[in-house]
Nanobody, 129 residues
Framework: QVQLVESGGGSVQAGGSLRLSCAASGYSYSTYCMGWFRQAPGKEREGLAL????????YYAGSVKGRFTISLDNAKNTLYLQMNSLKPEDTAMYYC??????????????????????WGKGTLVTISS
């Protein structure tokens, strides 16, 4: 059973940085796609970034492109999201998710992650102005 555990959330001032981590375990296939998503109170879940375990293209939502960077350490089975130039509107619960398939487009970003098989419980990010 795949398990995803996020960490690294917290409270920072606008303009600051945070790095989120997502420790993954239980994969039975070598090819998988992982991503970061977030949900603010009263809003729909938003896709932020996708990455494939075997490399290839990275996909970013326009709202975070240039500020957030997704990366994957396959040796540690850990997904990261480096977040810079944070804004109050980045305040949300952040989730990592995975699917045992290859992501060839930003399909899951536009769908808010619907269809991703596995989800962590989230880590809260709060940005103050």
């Amino acid at each position: 059973q795949v398990q995803l555990v996020e960490s690294g959330g917290g409270s920072v001032q606008a303009g600051g940085s945070l790095r989120l981590s997502c420790a993954a375990s239980g994969y039975s296939y070598s090819t998988y796609c992982m991503g970061w998503f977030r949900q603010a109170p009263g809003k729909e879940r938003e896709g932020l970034a996708l990455i494939n375990s075997g490399g290839g293209n990275l996909y970013y939502a326009g709202s975070v492109k240039g500020r957030f960077t997704i990366s994957l350490d396959n040796a540690k089975n850990t997904l990261y999201l480096q977040m810079n130039s944070l804004k109050p509107e980045d305040t949300a619960m952040y989730y990592c998710a995975a699917i045992q398939a290859y992501c060839s487009s930003d399909y899951f970003l536009g769908r808010g992650g619907i269809g991703m098989n596995y989800w962590g419980k989230g880590t809260l990010v709060t940005i103050s102005s």
